[in-house]
């Protein structure tokens, strides 16, 4: 398996304190995840591409868009928006996207790791003939929209077959990862470990994220 990635989600960090919270966690991350949602494709609204200027890390960025149809001069706008920061991945929903090999495609052409996400209800089915076209996959393990929510734990069957069929792809799991549930979806066969709640909701971010490490150790 692929090595395990600790992501921090900055949805629940403090938004006025944002550059701090980054500072704070940056040391210990792999990536840092920015959720992009439009009120369309989930019931909740984010600032778009602008909050890229709103902090400076030297970690790279999962952008993950929870977007209906997000187009390639929308996808252009993150990619613009500041050229400091390094961009490792962009993701998109299979449920959002009516031609899905075509914006992978793009993303890829940017020289940015395309990745696929699948809601809870989605069957793994509906990707299988997409996997070849995206370096990464996430399944998302709660409805996606909100932070703060219950793992599904159900979905570890989909992160199960996934690992089986692609012994050397990068599975990222999102949605109520903590201490106790990251050692459940590492057995499953996940790699990339998105938390946001637990991390910036704690006392200690720092700890927070050593707990999560160590749990699947
Ligand atoms: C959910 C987002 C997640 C969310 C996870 O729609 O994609 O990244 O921030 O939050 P926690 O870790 O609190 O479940």
Do not use: W
């Not at 949602?37 to 989930?42: P, Y």
């Not at 899905?100 to 069957?123: D, Y």
């Not at 792809?169 to 999102?174: A, G």
């Amino acid at each position: 398996m692929p090595k395990i990635k600790i992501v921090p989600s900055i949805l629940s960090a403090n938004q006025d304190k944002l550059q701090d919270e980054i500072n704070e966690v940056e040391e210990h991350s792999d990536l840092l995840q920015v959720d992009v949602m439009d009120n369309k494709f989930v019931p909740n609204i984010t600032s778009q591409a602008e909050l890229l200027k709103k902090f400076y890390t030297k970690v790279p960025l999962d952008i993950h868009l929870m977007v209906k149809e997000p187009s390639e001069e929308y996808i252009k706008t993150f990619i613009n928006s500041n050229k400091k920061l390094k961009i490792n991945n962009i993701t998109v929903h299979y449920e959002a996207c009516s031609n899905l090999e075509k914006i992978l495609r793009f993303i890829k052409k940017n020289n940015i790791i395309p990745c696929i996400a699948i809601n809870p209800k989605t069957p793994l089915g509906k990707i299988k003939k997409f996997l070849d076209k995206a370096s990464m996959v996430l399944v998302m393990t709660v409805e996606p929209g909100f932070s703060g929510q219950k793992f599904i734990e159900e979905c570890m069957e989909k992160v199960k077959e996934l690992r089986r069929l692609k012994p050397r792809l990068d599975i990222e799991v999102d949605g109520g990862i903590n201490d106790k549930t990251a050692p459940i979806a590492v057995k499953a066969g996940a790699n990339v470990l998105v938390v946001s709640s637990f991390i910036f909701k704690a006392e200690d971010k720092v700890a927070a994220i050593k707990r999560v490490l160590k749990s699947v150790k």
